[in-house]
């Protein structure tokens, strides 16, 4: 999949990993409106928060995972990771 930009939404609560100590599985949105889901990411790696755009790596799985939304990301310490920007929720009144 290369570099994709995912608009992120969610993320679950960290899980302990033998490999990875603890580990989330985040989702969100391809600029297209797909949905995305995005395993393992190391916890400790977890720099984005939900409703920022950010831009990274990705592939499909390699084992057990034969979801089409599914893909892990290229560098599992996300060392290509870049945070584009964020989406406000505060809300206006009209």
Same mark, same amino acid.
């Given at each position: 999949?290369?570099?994709?930009?995912?608009?992120?939404?969610?993320?679950?609560?960290?899980?302990?990993?033998?490999?990875?100590?603890?580990?989330?599985?985040? !989702? !969100?949105?391809?600029?297209?409106?797909?949905? @995305?889901?995005?395993y393992p990411v190391p916890?400790?790696?977890?720099?984005? /928060? /939900?409703?920022?755009w950010i831009?990274?790596?990705?592939? /499909?799985?390699?084992?057990?995972?034969?979801?089409?939304?599914?893909?892990?990301?290229?560098?599992?310490?996300?060392?290509?990771?870049?945070?584009? !920007?964020? @989406?406000?929720?505060?809300?206006?009144?009209?």
């Amino acid at each position: 999949m290369a570099l994709t930009k995912v608009l992120m939404a969610v993320t679950t609560y960290p899980l302990p990993s033998r490999s990875y100590d603890e580990l989330v599985c985040t !989702g !969100g949105f391809l600029e297209n409106g797909d949905w @995305i889901r995005i395993y393992p990411v190391p916890f400790k790696f977890l720099e984005f /928060k /939900k409703y920022q755009w950010i831009e990274l790596e990705l592939r /499909k799985p390699k084992k057990f995972d034969f979801r089409p939304e599914s893909h892990s990301p290229l560098y599992p310490d996300l060392s290509d990771l870049k945070i584009l !920007g964020e @989406i406000g929720t505060k809300y206006v009144s009209s």
